[in-house]
């Protein structure tokens, strides 16, 4: 590949004409919110927004292609639980702010302070239960409508590795970058996403803001959606089932989480020069490509 | 038309992981803080997640810890509390606390002390205006989480410190962090001589709930040695034009079922708790060992029943049983 300038920009250009052709129903908003993106925001991808750019965002209008969300066919993973890696403070945020119940933190609570009494409390259970399943229920520490930014969240029913979570996570298509430290799993019963039939195929709109997405062809008989596995940056191939998932309330979905400190200094890292090269032909081919899973 | 002061973020992310300098810090946080690094900050869910996974995977810790260190502090010298936005100010403070520079306690404390708001921009906006001031009160705790020992060479920051938390304690929205904060450092005699001020501070609303989630909570401390004064207080407010009335235990005894409790017991008027009843009772057992609740749930040591007796018996006949009003 010769000097690219902004490999953003050029991951962008792939990826926005890739998804266009294997959603070909959602090229058009696929193109509205890339004028959105251009003419309103003035940036040249929307990978690296800023704090503004997302405020202009979040002030669209219903009806335009940034709420036009969980747009791919309902599915439901077939498993028993699906899995999501997050962190405390993004778990209240993603929370709709006058539904956020703090019961045992508060929430003006350190990060810390609240991660470590999770990884006292969860080492504590995993000693007394002396099984591997020392889940602890979200239930006693906070509850609140789960909603996500943009009004849903990305979960799997690849079982994150508790021991092993960044290459997980590496799987999954996430870079080190965007794992906190302080990592906590949540994991969430399968049966209620099934019952309430929140769960979808994530669409190019729902990915449409992340520089790793891979979209499902249309009209095939992809029962999910598909990461790109990032583990092996040299050659990139298909990662876990993902699916999105609308808004929840976290008590009713009896929650469960794992605390994960991911701070080891010899932790597996992938960083985005390692993929940038290999995403761009990943990218660049995708819309031929007629593969599905 | 670029993707403004990030187009080169991957790069600056490297530079700054294998070579870590003050200079390259003080630039990211101020990246970071005038919101140009916002996509990765939602990814990580706050500022400080952010700023500890790059220290997390510098090549150098120590260096990069460091770097951070001269780097952040050299933010805040040139920070002026009243100039940028409250999302800069909020971003700022997010990082104080988890790191409490020294030069920043000074910089938060003259400026509540001066304008009694963080920045009198936002004294025009009140809702902006309490977020703010409430979120440097909160940053302020992290300096002194406990009370300093007697004589310790910052006495008089802890005594500025001291003073802010009695000025915004009279005021509605910041009295349930103050009041909290006063009984937490020793500040109020609740035990004895400030036990009238305690029951004002109570009245004000959101005081008895926040004392209670952090007296029961995973931060209690010597919070929990204070919850029978707090109670004694609550049920010492008896509203004489209504019988039965008792407004502050009432609000004591709501948030204690919000957090979980269930009263078992209510015929003995005996403080019983147990934890929500959605999960198994194997669950139940686990979880709630290593909480205060459990304690309580031998009730021997904290009665309802026997506080009252004790401290108002003129008045145990209309002392409400605890599954009044509930």
């Known amino acids: 590949m010769g000097a690219i300038s902004n490999y953003q920009a050029a991951i962008y250009d792939q990826r926005r004409r890739a998804d266009s052709l294997r959603q070909p129903s959602h090229a058009h908003r696929i193109e509205e919110l890339h004028y959105t993106l251009v003419d309103e ?7 690296e927004l800023t704090r503004s750019d997302y405020q202009k965002l979040k002030e669209l209008k219903e009806g335009s292609s940034y709420t036009a969300i969980c747009l791919g066919s309902h599915a439901a993973p077939p498993s028993d639980y699906c899995y999501r890696i997050t962190t405390w403070s993004k778990l209240v945020e993603e929370t709709r702010p006058e539904t956020r119940e703090f019961r045992f933190a508060t929430s003006g609570s350190p990060e810390r302070q609240i991660f470590d009494y999770f990884l006292s409390e969860h080492s504590r259970i995993k000693r007394e239960r002396s099984t591997d399943d ?41 870079l080190n970058i965007s794992i906190g430290p302080n990592t906590i799993i949540l994991r969430c019963p399968v049966s209620f ?16 803001f992340f520089n790793i997405f891979r979209s499902a062809r249309e009209h095939s008989n992809a029962t999910c959606g598909r990461t790109i596995s990032l583990e092996i940056p040299d050659s990139l191939t298909l990662g876990g089932a993902e699916y999105v998932v609308r808004p929840f309330d976290l008590d009713e979905a009896q929650i469960s989480i794992w605390p994960v400190y991911l701070d080891d200094p010899a932790i597996h890292r992938i960083e985005f020069h390692e993929v940038r090269d290999k995403l761009l032909s990943y990218y660049s081919s995708l819309g031929e490509i007629d593969d599905d899973e | 038309m670029t993707n403004d002061g990030v187009s080169d973020f991957f790069e600056d992310q490297q530079r700054l992981k294998r070579n870590p300098t003050k200079n390259a810090w003080e ?20 500022y400080a997640q952010y700023v500890a996974r790059l220290l997390a ?29 409250l999302e800069y100010n909020l971003a700022l403070l997010e990082l104080v606390a988890e790191y409490t520079p020294p030069n920043a306690f000074e910089k938060i404390v003259v400026a509540l002390q001066k304008w009694g708001a963080l920045s009198p921009r936002e004294l025009a906006d009140p809702d902006a205006n309490q977020t703010g001031t409430l979120k440097a009160l909160r940053a302020l705790e992290f300096y002194y989480p406990s009370r300093p020992p007697q004589n310790s060479s910052d006495h008089k920051a802890f005594e500025d410190y001291a003073n802010l938390l009695y000025r915004f304690a009279g005021k ?10 006063l009984i937490e450092l020793k500040l109020l005699d609740v035990k004895g001589s400030d036990m009238a001020a305690l029951r004002g501070m109570l009245e004000m609303p959101g005081v008895i709930e926040e004392f209670l989630q952090y007296a029961l909570g995973i931060h209690r401390g010597v919070l929990e040695e204070y919850i029978g004064y707090v109670l004694d207080c609550c049920l010492s407010v008896y509203d004489r034009n209504s019988a039965h009335n008792y407004p502050l235990y009432d609000r004591f005894k709501r948030e204690l079922l919000r957090l979980g409790a269930a009263i078992l017991d209510p015929e003995r008027r005996v403080l019983v708790l147990s934890f929500r009843e959605s999960w198994t009772g194997k669950n139940i057992e686990l979880l709630t060992t290593n909480l205060t609740f459990a304690r309580y749930r031998q009730a021997s040591d904290w009665e309802v029943e026997e506080l009252t007796r004790k401290r108002f018996a003129a008045q145990a006949e209309r002392t409400p049983a605890w599954n009044e009003s509930t």
């Open chain 2, 57 to 85: 995977d510098s090549q150098d810790r120590v260096k990069a810890k460091l770097a951070f260190k001269k780097g952040f502090e050299a933010a805040i010298r040139s920070w002026r509390p009243e100039s940028p936005s």
């Open chain 1, 134 to 174: 020392s889940w602890l229920p979200l239930l006693p520490y906070f509850g609140g409508n789960y909603t996500g930014y943009r009004e849903f969240t990305w979960w799997t029913p690849f079982q994150v590795s508790t021991a092993n979570t960044m290459c997980s996570a590496h799987q999954l298509g996430c």
């Open chain 1, 193 to 208: 996403l099934r019952e309430k039939r929140i769960s979808h195929i994530p669409s190019a709109l729902d990915g449409y």
């Open chain 1, 41 to 47: 925001l003035r940036q040249l991808h929307p990978y």
């Open chain 2, 172 to 181: 509605f929205f910041y009295a349930p962090h103050c009041c909290r904060r």
């Open chain 2, 27 to 46: 630039r990211e946080i101020e990246y970071l803080l005038e919101g140009k690094r916002q996509a990765l900050v939602l990814e990580l869910g706050s």
